[in-house]
């Protein structure tokens, strides 16, 4: 909704400030870590990754910046070593 219709931001902003959950870290995308996946979950994500060739996040085409406006704070998954698919950038560590 965010990427086809931008003006939407103000709302979603205010609606997650209304709902809070209990996370003090400022809003934007931020990755999770590979490592500490199981087995059964990276081996979901590669098929996702060879499938799409990339991250869901990514195939939305939402720009981080619409993220950090909106005051969401989204988890975008990190890849395995030496992996080409497509992700989006980070504004906070894991």
Not at 41 to 68: F, M
């Amino acid at each position: 909704m965010l990427r086809r219709s931008p003006a939407e931001i103000g709302y979603v902003r205010a609606v997650s400030a209304e709902t809070p959950l209990g996370d003090t870290s400022p809003p934007g995308v931020t990755r999770d870590d590979w490592t500490a996946l199981s087995d059964v979950e990276r081996a979901r994500r590669l098929r996702w990754i060879n499938r799409y060739g990339a991250t869901p996040l990514a195939l939305l085409r939402l720009p981080v910046q619409a993220v950090e406006l909106s005051g969401l704070r989204v988890v975008e998954w990190d890849l395995p070593p030496g992996c080409s698919a497509c992700s989006l950038p980070t504004t906070g560590e894991p």
